[in-house]
């Protein structure tokens, strides 16, 4: 079965950075948009950023371009989330996702597949 599994996430002051990776198996990962999600407690889930199936094309949330750098490995099956400049507002589980749309339009439909997520904690 197709499983989405994340790791990275943890503890880190406000201004450090952190990579998370989400490493997929049971399907074939080329043909699958990518994305992260996060969701901080209280709110609902929301989108982060996506990247297309070859890493051309990428699409971020508006209030985190800049910090956020999302990337593929399409050979090691894994995408990436590099966060930098990390604030106390970041703090969530931070989701990683697989659909068959494009990266701008991963925010507005839902994904085919979600993994477990990761926690990130940043403290002030």
């Known amino acids: 079965q197709v499983q989405l599994v994340e790791s990275g996430g943890g503890l880190v002051q406000a201004g450090g950075s952190l990579r998370l990776s989400c490493a997929a198996s049971?399907?074939?990962?080329?043909?699958?948009?990518m994305g992260w999600f996060r969701q901080a407690p209280g709110k609902e889930r929301e989108f982060v950023a996506a990247?297309?199936?070859?890493?051309?094309?990428?699409y971020y949330a508006d209030s985190l371009k800049g910090r956020f750098t999302i990337s593929r490995d399409n050979a090691k099956n894994t995408v990436y989330l590099q966060m930098n400049s990390l604030k106390v507002e970041d703090t969530a589980v931070y989701y990683c996702?697989?659909?068959?749309?494009?990266?701008?339009?991963?925010?507005?439909?839902?994904?085919?597949?979600w993994g477990q997520g990761t926690q990130v904690t940043v403290s002030s």
């Open positions: 049971g399907l074939t990962f080329s043909d699958y948009t």
């Open positions: 990247i297309n199936w070859n890493g051309v094309s990428t």
């Open positions: 996702a697989a659909g068959i749309t494009t990266a701008r339009s991963m925010g507005a439909r839902p994904p085919n597949y």
